[in-house]
C-alpha cells in the first residue's frame, strides 16, 4: 500500500542523487533520449516508486491538499482523468475510502489497475451517459471534491493543444457545477495560455475562492498549473 505523501515540498526538498547520463542508443529519437534522462533524475519519480505510487503526479494532489485541505476522511470525490491512479490513490488515503468511511470514484478512458477503496470506471468522461453514470455511483448523488488532472492527446500545435486542454476542463467544470455539495472543491488542470477568462469568471461566481497552483511536482519547464476552486456556493 502506498505511503501517505504528507508534505512532498519539504521532504523532497534535501534530496540529492548524482545526475543519471545515458549512453545514446541508436534507436532512441534525441527527444526520447531527454525525457527518459529526465525521468531517472527526477526526484518525484524515485519517490513515487519508493512509497508505493503509481506516478510522480501523486505529489501534485497531495501538496495542493496540504494547502487548501479538502480531502478530508468522510468526503466523497470524483476524479477525472484518473489513470494510472496516482491521485486516486492520494484520495483514498484521505478520505479514507478504504475503511468505508469516504467515497472515491474514478473514470478514465484508460484501464487502470485496482486501486484500495476506489470504484473505476473505464469509460470516455466526454462520452454524454458518463456524468449521468458517475453520479449514479455517489452517495445521495453529491461530491466534495471533483479532481481533474485529464490532458488532451498532443498534436504539435501549441494553439490546438491548448483549446483541448481547455475544452476538457470546461467539460469537467461542468460537471462539478452539477454534482457538489455546498462548500466543495473544484481542482483541474491547465496550461497557461490566455483563453480561459470565461471559466475563470464563471468560477468565481461560484466558488468562494479561485487560486491558480503551480506545485512542487509540477515540472518548472511545464506551462500546467492547476485551478483549485474552494467554498462551492451554487449556480
Known amino acids: 500500500m502506498a505511503r501517505n505523501p504528507g508534505d512532498s515540498k519539504g521532504r523532497l526538498g534535501g534530496r540529492r542523487q548524482a545526475a543519471v547520463r545515458l549512453k545514446t542508443a541508436k534507436r532512441r529519437s534525441?527527444?526520447?533520449?531527454?525525457?527518459?534522462?529526465?525521468?531517472?533524475?527526477?526526484?518525484?519519480?524515485?519517490?513515487a516508486r519508493?512509497?508505493?505510487?503509481?506516478?510522480?503526479?501523486?505529489?501534485?494532489?497531495?501538496d495542493i491538499d496540504e494547502r487548501y485541505r479538502f480531502l478530508k476522511p468522510g468526503a466523497r470525490v470524483v476524479d477525472l482523468?484518473?489513470?494510472?491512479?496516482g491521485w486516486s490513490q492520494?484520495?483514498?488515503?484521505?478520505?479514507?475510502?478504504?475503511e468505508g468511511k469516504g467515497q472515491v470514484i474514478a473514470i478514465d478512458?484508460?484501464?487502470?489497475?485496482?486501486?484500495?477503496?476506489?470504484?473505476?470506471?473505464?469509460?470516455?468522461?466526454?462520452?454524454?451517459?458518463?456524468?449521468?453514470?458517475?453520479k449514479a455511483l455517489l452517495r445521495e448523488g453529491q461530491a466534495d471534491v471533483v479532481l481533474s488532472d485529464m490532458a488532451a492527446q498532443g498534436t504539435g500545435h501549441a494553439r490546438t493543444d491548448h483549446l483541448r486542454i481547455i475544452g476538457l476542463a470546461e467539460a469537467a467544470a461542468e460537471f462539478a457545477l452539477s454534482?457538489?455539495?455546498?462548500?466543495?472543491?473544484?481542482?483541474?488542470?491547465?496550461?497557461?495560455?490566455?483563453?480561459?477568462r470565461e471559466l475563470l469568471d464563471r468560477l468565481k461566481r461560484a466558488f468562494g475562492g479561485v487560486k491558480h497552483v503551480k506545485p512542487p511536482a509540477s515540472r518548472s519547464e511545464s506551462a500546467e498549473v492547476y485551478l483549485v476552486a474552494t467554498g462551492f456556493r451554487g449556480v
Open 50 to 62: 519508493h512509497e508505493g505510487y503509481r506516478s510522480r503526479a501523486a505529489y501534485k494532489l497531495a
Open 109 to 134: 478512458l484508460l484501464n487502470m489497475e485496482p486501486v484500495a477503496g476506489v470504484d473505476f470506471m473505464q469509460l470516455d468522461f466526454m462520452d454524454p451517459e458518463a456524468p449521468d453514470r458517475l
Open 90 to 98: 492520494v484520495a483514498a488515503q484521505r478520505v479514507r475510502s478504504v
Open 81 to 85: 482523468g484518473a489513470a494510472p491512479g
Open 179 to 196: 454534482v457538489l455539495a455546498p462548500g466543495g472543491t473544484f481542482v483541474c488542470k491547465l496550461f497557461q495560455g490566455g483563453t480561459e
Open 30 to 47: 534525441a527527444s526520447s533520449q531527454r525525457w527518459l534522462e529526465r525521468q531517472l533524475n527526477d526526484p518525484f519519480v524515485a519517490a
